[in-house]
Structure formats: structure tokens, C-alpha cells
């Protein structure tokens, strides 16, 4: 561990909880938000350097992605996910990608997070650490409001933990004004999956619309355990069902050009895959 | 006295400065390498870019402290190289240069991709240089400028 004036380079996971235990200071991951603000005379936490958080596996369930995996780490990586490499690839632009990571997308706690989509609609979870304690929970529950996460006072995010099943046939699309460095206006992201002609997993869910990413997959489960020709005839009533849920907040662009955006992109979603 | 270690432009580094200073003011203040351009502060126009690690990044959202045992390569260090005059010449020749403040940016961003791949296609070069913006919106030549050197420089990348 290297000791700096106002921050701390920690080279592994336990040398890093310790300091967040022992010390006020503020977790540092790629910095490509946290520079944004700048703040003065405050002691960083740099975890860039830990290998272990650094690393990419996956055993029989899980993809797992060490929190301090870079949005180019993950892009490069033959093990990540195809769904989460879609949406790295219009996040930002090279240089923030190579800085950027997936714990800091989601430490920041914002609902425009665009890794942080795929990892609702892919139910994964979060594992955090204290110096004294560990616990994994689902990302719907780690975020609770906008910029309020489930993240007690000396944990760290270490890893996520992305289930592999039905990660296959997936639809992503990212509502910007551009092609580059873009933040989304509206993002979308569902799975589906059917087998012998029955739908056997349905999930979406949508970025940049309220406070915190949405997913309601109580909605979604209106398809499950259907046959397609069946989901076509409850198709108005699922339609129905997220226009009454949704309640998108105003912000760069209206309510209103929100909700109609997110009934486009779910109809679209379902006419690809035959509904 | 606490400092942070790091090579630069091949030279090693001891900062003794804060660690959560920023790496764009420290190069231009401390170091006086103004090559390394300031646009926005925010990651948004990569004229601050440099090469950390063998990766383009955004000196402004860099803090100190997140370089210790880093290498940092900014545009006077890469002047120096073969590669260098490949890519200066290949700007020279379309005219892909206007008012040159996006141009240390570019350049760093251009052996990035190079160095990323040797053969690129025009979309490898216009998603390589999508995080650095060009005011004077000379992007036609400089993606030109790009795929000369690609080619001028055969056998470097």
C-alpha cells in the first residue's frame, strides 16, 4: 500500500477495507465522474490498482466482473457478456471507456447508467464488502433512489455477478443525441426466451426514464409460461399495464416524449420476437 | 514527505503534490508541458488527451494519486518517435490541420488506434477519434490523414 498526501493507493481488497474502515475517504475507480466535480482537499481511496478487482471470470451460473474492470477491460474480455458489450460500446467515447468502470457506473447511483441497465434486466447481482462483513444482493434492491444506494458506511462494491441464462437473445437500444459521448434520453434493454413455442423468460427494463432504472418484471411475467399466439392476445394488456406503471420524470426532454419513446421501444421489442 | 512515483514522457516522476490534483494542471503548471491542451474539464472534448499505460485518456478526469507506478506519454514525449513523423507528415499532406488546438489530441488518439489495430477502416477511425472533438470540424482530413498513415507507415504499428 502506498501512502500519499490526501489519498491511499491500496493493492489489495483487505488493505483497501481497512483504510475505508480507519479513514475518511472517498473510493477513486477510472475518476472519469469524479473529476468531473473536483473536489478540493479530499483524500482519495484509489482502487485502480487492485489486481483482484480487476479480473473477469465465470463458473457455471455467473459471469462475474471485478468492479474495477474498465468499460474497455469488459470490451476486450471473451468472457463478458454480448448485451453488456453492446451498451459499453456507445457509452462515452475511447478515452473514458479506458478509464471508466463498471463499479464506479454503478457506485455512482444514477438511472442513466447505461452498464447499469443491463445488469437490471439481467437480474444480477451486486457483492459488497466491509472490513467485518460481505453480503450479495440483487442491483434492483442496491439501488433504493436516485443517487441513494443499499451501500453501508465501509463497504466496496468488489464484483457483479450477471446469471448466464438467457443472455442470448437480447435487444438493447440507447435513445442519445449522438453517436458519441452521448447521455441517454431513454434506454431500453430486454431478454427473451422461449422454448418448444412457450415463452419461458421475458425481462426488460428502462434507463434515463425515473429516478432509478425501472423493472418490473411482476409485468413481465404476464407472458411467461405462454404460447406465442397467447402473448399476442394479452400484448394490449401488458402494453397497458408499463403505460399505467411508468411515470417518467422531466428533465432534458419531456414526460411525455419519455413515455411515448418506452412504449415504441418495448412494442419493438416485442414485434421482433414475434409478439 | 509523501510523493507520487511515475514515468513521464520516459523520465521517472516524484510528485509531491496532492493526490487528488489534476493530471491535465499538473503537466501544464508543474511540468510545463502545454502540448496538453485544456477544452472542457469534463471528458467531453479530448484536447487534454494523453497516453496512460499504452491507453488514450482525458488528463482532466485523471487525479494524481491514480497514476502512482503509471506511464504517462503526452504529445512532446510521443514527438519524439518514428511513429510520430508518420502521422505528422499524413496530417501535413491532406491539410487535416486548422486551428491545431484539437491537434496533440488527435495525434495521441490516432497512434491509439493504430497501435489498437494497423489496419483500420474508416468507422475504426471515426469511432477512435469519437471522444476528441474538432471545432473547426475538420474530421474529413483527419480521418484521411489517419488511413495515410496507416498505410505510409506499414510495418510500425
Not at chain 2, 489495430?117 to 477511425?125: K, S
Not at chain 2, 471515426?126 to 471522444?131: D, F, K, P
Request: proline share 3%; net charge negative.
Amino acid at each position: 500500500m502506498v501512502k500519499l498526501n490526501n489519498g491511499y493507493v491500496p493493492e489489495t481488497i483487505d488493505e483497501a477495507l481497512a483504510i475505508m474502515r480507519d479513514e475518511k475517504v472517498k473510493p477513486y475507480s477510472g475518476g472519469t465522474d469524479l473529476m468531473i466535480e473536483g473536489e478540493e482537499g479530499i483524500s482519495y481511496l484509489f482502487l485502480n490498482k487492485i489486481p483482484e478487482l480487476k479480473v473477469i471470470t465465470q463458473d457455471h451460473d455467473y459471469i462475474k466482473i471485478g468492479a474495477e474492470c474498465t468499460f474497455t477491460d469488459i470490451e476486450e474480455s471473451d468472457v463478458a457478456p454480448q448485451i453488456l458489450k453492446d451498451a459499453i460500446s456507445e457509452l462515452a467515447g475511447p478515452a473514458i471507456r479506458n478509464f471508466a468502470t463498471i463499479g464506479g457506473n454503478i457506485g455512482n447511483g444514477s438511472a442513466k447508467a447505461d452498464s447499469a441497465l443491463i445488469l437490471f434486466v439481467t437480474d444480477s447481482l451486486i457483492r459488497l464488502r466491509g472490513a467485518d462483513s460481505e453480503r450479495t444482493i440483487y442491483i434492483k434492491d442496491f439501488y433504493k433512489q436516485r443517487k441513494q444506494l443499499d451501500l453501508k458506511e465501509g463497504e466496496l462494491i468488489i464484483e457483479v455477478l450477471i446469471p448466464k441464462r438467457y443472455l442470448k437473445n437480447y435487444y438493447y437500444k440507447k435513445i442519445g443525441t449522438r453517436k458519441a459521448l452521448a447521455i441517454s434520453r431513454v434506454s431500453f434493454a430486454g431478454l427473451f426466451h422461449e422454448e418448444n413455442g412457450v415463452i419461458t423468460h421475458l425481462a426488460t427494463a428502462f434507463g434515463a426514464v425515473e429516478p432509478t432504472i425501472v423493472r418490473h418484471s411482476e409485468i413481465d411475467g404476464m407472458f411467461i409460461g405462454k404460447t406465442i399466439s397467447e402473448a399476442k392476445s394479452l400484448k394490449d394488456n401488458y402494453v397497458n399495464a408499463y403505460d399505467n406503471a411508468m411515470n417518467p420524470s422531466a428533465g432534458r426532454v419531456s414526460k411525455e416524449y419519455r413515455k411515448t419513446v418506452c412504449i415504441n421501444l418495448l412494442k419493438d421489442f416485442l414485434g421482433v420476437n414475434g409478439i | 514527505m509523501e510523493y507520487i512515483e511515475f514515468k513521464l514522457n520516459g523520465d521517472n516522476m516524484k510528485y509531491e503534490g496532492d493526490a487528488s490534483d489534476r493530471l491535465l494542471d499538473v503537466l501544464r503548471d508543474t511540468y510545463k508541458l502545454t502540448g496538453v491542451k485544456c477544452g472542457c474539464k469534463e471528458g467531453e472534448c479530448g484536447a487534454c488527451s494523453v497516453i496512460i499505460d499504452g491507453r488514450l485518456a482525458n488528463s482532466c478526469m485523471i487525479a494524481m494519486g491514480s497514476i502512482q507506478g503509471s506511464d504517462v506519454m503526452t504529445i512532446e514525449g510521443f514527438s519524439k518517435t518514428e511513429r510520430f513523423k508518420v502521422i505528422d507528415k499524413a496530417y501535413g499532406d491532406v491539410s487535416a490541420v486548422q486551428c491545431g488546438y484539437c491537434i496533440p489530441g488527435m495525434v495521441l488518439a490516432t497512434e491509439c488506434i493504430l497501435g489498437k489495430n494497423p489496419h483500420p477502416t474508416e468507422t475504426d477511425i471515426r469511432r477512435g477519434i469519437s471522444g476528441n472533438l474538432c471545432r473547426c470540424t475538420g474530421y474529413n482530413s483527419i480521418v484521411k490523414a489517419i488511413g495515410n498513415a496507416a498505410k505510409e507507415g506499414e510495418g510500425l504499428w
